[in-house]
């Protein structure tokens, strides 16, 4: 098993424009999040899907995700602001919050 | 939501001593409590956890201890050795689908 995987590793990008960042899993795990982690602030959730298909809580401003199926977890961010330069780390588990979380090797991005 | 502190922010050891975290947290619904280890450049890794109904776990070098009543639980390293060096975060859940990171305790063990 691959495990998580995530696309692209780094990446850079100007203000305004858009980008997807990939999250792939092969664990057939129901429960997916993305985080991001920046220096003193720990890991912060941005959003997450406990099964394919749904939509489980409010998207905050300046992110759009989709679960079309089990295996990936696209988060997009629509028109990137510098406030949105971080690590995103994308996370699965066996079907809920309270599973070990496996988390993929993370996104570094950064918005000029 | 949750607050979540870690202490201390930084730890140094001797190789071969006792490491101690400790995570406050404020919501008495919380119920499970985990902790995860990040090596430099590396994803962080679940080590151990605890669920409500358990005061205390341990696995070979490293426990966890649960006060619910004083709302923390702490990580227990001992005999450190080098590559425990890493930053450890708690994350305790208090639900609705939220794992609420402290923002971290980097140790260090000094060979």
């Known amino acids: 098993n691959a495990g998580v995987t995530q696309t692209p590793k780094f990446h850079i990008l100007k203000t305004g424009q858009s980008m997807t960042l990939q999250c792939a899993q092969d664990?057939?795990?129901?429960?997916m999040s993305w985080y991001r982690q920046d220096p003193g602030m720990g890991l912060r959730l941005i959003y997450y899907?406990?099964?394919?298909?749904?939509t489980d809580k409010e998207v905050p401003n300046g992110y759009n995700v989709s679960r079309l199926n089990t295996e990936d977890f696209p988060l997009r961010l629509v028109s990137a602001a510098p406030s949105q330069t971080s690590v995103y780390l994308c996370?699965?588990?066996?079907?809920?919050?309270?599973?070990?979380?496996?988390f993929g090797p993370g996104t570094r991005l950064t918005v000029l | 939501g949750e607050n979540v502190e870690q202490h201390p922010s930084t730890l140094s050891v001797q190789e071969g001593d006792s490491a101690v975290i400790k995570c406050t947290y404020s919501?008495?619904?919380?119920?499970?409590f985990p902790w995860y280890k990040q090596e430099l450049g590396k994803r962080p890794q679940l080590i151990i956890d605890?669920?409500?109904?358990?005061g205390e776990k341990k696995d070979q070098r490293i426990a966890v201890t649960l006060n619910k009543t004083a709302k923390h639980f702490s990580l227990h390293i001992t005999e450190t050795q080098p590559e425990d060096s890493a930053v450890y975060f708690c994350a305790p859940f208090p639900g609705a689908n939220n794992l609420f990171f402290g923002t971290g305790t980097r140790l260090t063990v000094i060979p």
């Open positions: 664990m057939n795990h129901g429960y």
């Open positions: 605890i669920r409500s109904n358990v």
């Open positions: 996370a699965s588990s066996y079907s809920n919050t309270t599973d070990t979380q496996y």
């Open positions: 919501d008495s619904a919380s119920n499970y």
């Open positions: 899907s406990a099964a394919a298909g749904t």
